[in-house]
């Protein structure tokens, strides 16, 4: 099995950790995908990573055809709307990743192809963008963690993501249980996005304030929670005061600064549906979600009295 034609859906911060891997790579086939407003304003303006600009490669689902590797890196709010286009570059033998936050996206895929062709994934990565520049940095930036789901060992599909990515700047870290990795990767996200998106601070306000280490720790402890009683287990979170740098803004925050809407609803929303759904209890959460909601409000204009 090998993968020679990659298809990306989503040319926002994670989806730039690809292009910059893959536009380069030779014997593969890429592109990434878009339609409309949307492709005119990619092949005119491109995307800025890193100080390169690109712009080749774009195409439609129609003109691109089959793919041996679907990469879907949208936000959240958008996913259900790509469903007939990651459809459309389905084949028999398909792999799809949806290497993005939260812990439903998958579910959300597999509605449209089912979940034979899904390869279990999520991204680690140090990224800020503004418009259509993205800057990453690759010291603090872990790269792409993959896995089947209910399979420890490598499978050939998984032997073939490696070799396509094998000599590219894309990191690999294949995980033998690539759910409890998803579920920590989706609690280090709760505990440390959320609080300083309201707050409005840098990174290491979680180790200087009691109070926002209050409410990272209150968080993590809401999402172990609902993990338990789903029999997931969220491992150790590691970060420490040098994991990031002092005055880093993590996605949500980076939203809120641009007036842009944050991916709550991936986060908190979706951790309130899974607590109704196993009878837990989770009020902080609750509390934040709906301030997040109120300040894309207030960033909406609806508060201009």
């Known amino acids: ?29 890429f592109a990434i995908i878009a339609d409309g407003e949307r492709k005119e304003r990619l092949r005119r303006d491109g995307v800025r990573i890193n100080g390169r600009v690109y712009r080749d490669n774009i ?10 590797l679907v990469l879907v890196c949208v936000k959240y709010h958008a996913l259900r709307g790509t469903l007939p286009v990651i459809r459309a570059l389905t084949g028999e033998h398909t792999v799809v990743m949806v290497p993005m936050n939260g812990i439903d996206s998958e579910e959300i895929v597999a509605e449209a192809v089912g979940t034979g062709h899904i390869v279990y994934s999520l991204m680690r990565i140090s990224s800020a963008r503004k418009g259509n520049v993205i800057e990453f940095d690759h010291k603090y930036t872990g790269g792409l963690y993959f896995g089947e789901r209910d399979c420890q060992e490598k499978t050939e599909r998984i032997a073939a993501i490696e070799r396509l990515f ?19 990767k989706y609690c280090l996200n709760i505990a ?9 601070a840098g990174y290491l306000s979680y180790f200087d304030s009691e109070h926002m280490g209050y409410l990272c720790r209150t968080l993590e402890n809401e999402v172990r929670a609902v993990a338990a009683r789903k029999g997931i287990h969220i ?29 709550i609803d991936m986060f908190a929303g979706v951790l ?20 997040i909601r109120a300040m894309e409000e207030k960033n909406d204009g609806k508060f201009k009295y």
């Not at 959320?194 to 707050?199: H, M, N, V």
């Open 235 to 263: 491992r150790r979170l590691k970060n420490k005061r040098d994991t990031c740098p002092a005055a880093t803004r993590f996605s949500t925050l980076q939203d809120l600064d641009a007036g842009r809407h944050t991916e």
């Open 1 to 29: 099995m090998e993968l020679q034609r990659v298809a990306l859906i989503g040319a926002g911060a994670i989806g730039a950790y690809f292009i910059e891997g893959l536009t380069d790579r030779p014997g593969r086939s």
């Open 272 to 291: 309130m549906e899974k607590a109704r759904e196993e009878d837990v209890s989770v009020p902080c959460t609750e509390m934040v979600y709906h301030v």
């Open 59 to 68: 195409l439609e689902p129609e003109e691109f055809g089959t793919a041996d």
């Open 192 to 200: 440390y996005n959320l609080p300083q998106a309201i707050i409005g």
């Open 166 to 184: 094998e000599g590219t700047s894309v990191r690999l870290n294949f995980m033998e249980d690539i759910m409890s990795d998803i579920w920590t």
